[in-house]
């Protein structure tokens, strides 16, 4: 087991003594969590190979799913890949830094074990100081996914990632609760029309707006299935799974909360009456009509973005709870509002009830 440590820093304004450290156990091809924006990653030098194959022991990863590169300035972007198109260049200078992930043709210098292989790669500039600074003091783009096991909830706090990964890296950078709590919006440029390949903080209709163009979203996107090869995280493989099953109770028209909360109710009786413990993950608006039953509140309906910073500690809060099952109700598809229902329909396994 690694001697991990943990040091804590400002979210904005870090001292840059403490990340000049963490940037030289990047430079020496150690592991570094750190917070961005989204959620935390773990961090290593997107150019060294052996480094990066770290990552993957470290959280247990599949070798095939590849890790997206987070760059502090545009030089490193003409660095690590051989084309920027135009839709590209305009969409970045209207998204970054910021939640955004594109995928774009890979430059040589990129290893295969950062791209699983593939002749592209997935890159983002995150709008985090603690982030960026490391990556400018670094000198070198840091390749990371979410700082976690592979599988687990993504981490949005230092506790989370100290859970999964202490012993298991080299520093913690603790800098607090991340902003969005879930991870960046992923987008194929290379495609016509471009494809969603992962919702994200930043809706695909304020992309659409940048691009002056639609985006194909696939179901797999939707979070209803994997994709066959995974061009970038969060397509294909379990994630951000609790231990706890989990079933998602959906419908079509969430102006009708009250079915919603009748059908959760029935469902959750139902596992009761066969002797089974039941926490029901719920809104703001609707926590209070579950009496008698163990709530976990999510957040308000009115303000998705609350709900999703929210979804992960949730989700690892009711590993805590001794209970056999988690119903969640499912929450409408606008927004960031596709984000949180990729998460949870994943999360769950695709274990899904429609009414």
Request: with cysteine.
């Amino acid at each position: 087991m690694k001697q991990t440590r943990i040091i804590r820093v400002d979210p904005i304004y870090p001292n840059v003594k403490d990340i000049k450290v963490c940037a030289e156990v990047i430079r020496s091809g150690g592991l570094v969590a750190f917070p961005t924006e989204t959620v935390y990653g773990l961090g290593a030098n997107a150019y060294d190979r052996e480094a990066v194959k770290k990552i993957f022991i470290a959280k247990n990863r599949p070798p095939d799913n590849p890790l997206i590169v987070h760059i502090c300035d545009f030089k490193q972007l003409e660095n690590i890949v051989t084309e920027i198109p135009d839709k590209a260049l305009r969409l970045v200078k209207n998204a970054w830094p910021g939640p955004l992930t594109i995928i774009l043709p890979k430059h040589s210098s990129v290893p295969d074990e950062v791209t699983a292989g593939l002749d592209t790669v997935a890159v983002r500039m995150p709008a985090h100081p603690v982030a960026l600074k490391l990556i400018e003091l670094s000198g070198v783009p840091i390749a990371a996914p979410s700082a976690n096991l592979a599988g687990r909830p993504s981490p949005t706090t230092p506790s989370h990632v100290i859970q999964d990964l202490y012993g298991r890296v080299d520093i913690i950078i603790d800098a607090g609760e991340t902003f969005f709590g879930v991870e960046s919006t992923i987008i194929n440029l290379l495609t016509e029309p471009p494809t969603l390949l992962r919702p994200g903080p930043l809706p695909i209709e304020k992309i659409e707006e940048f691009l002056g163009e639609k985006i194909y979203v696939p179901e797999f996107a939707r979070g209803f299935e994997e994709a066959r090869i995974a061009l970038s995280p969060g397509t294909k493989y379990r994630h951000y799974a609790p231990s706890t099953p989990l079933i998602i109770v959906e419908t079509s028209d969430y102006s009708q909360l009250n079915k919603l909360v009748s059908a959760v109710k029935d469902l959750a009786s139902k596992y009761l009456s066969e002797g089974r413990k039941i926490a029901i993950i719920a809104s703001k608006e609707t926590a209070h009509q579950y009496a008698g039953f163990m709530v976990l509140e999510i957040g308000s309906r009115e303000n998705l973005y609350e709900v999703a910073k929210n979804l992960f500690k949730v989700l690892r809060e009711i590993d805590t709870m001794n209970v056999d099952l988690g119903i969640v109700e499912g929450f409408e598809e606008k927004g960031i509002g596709l984000a949180i229902m990729n998460r949870l329909r994943k999360a769950s396994g695709f274990n899904i009830v429609r009414i």
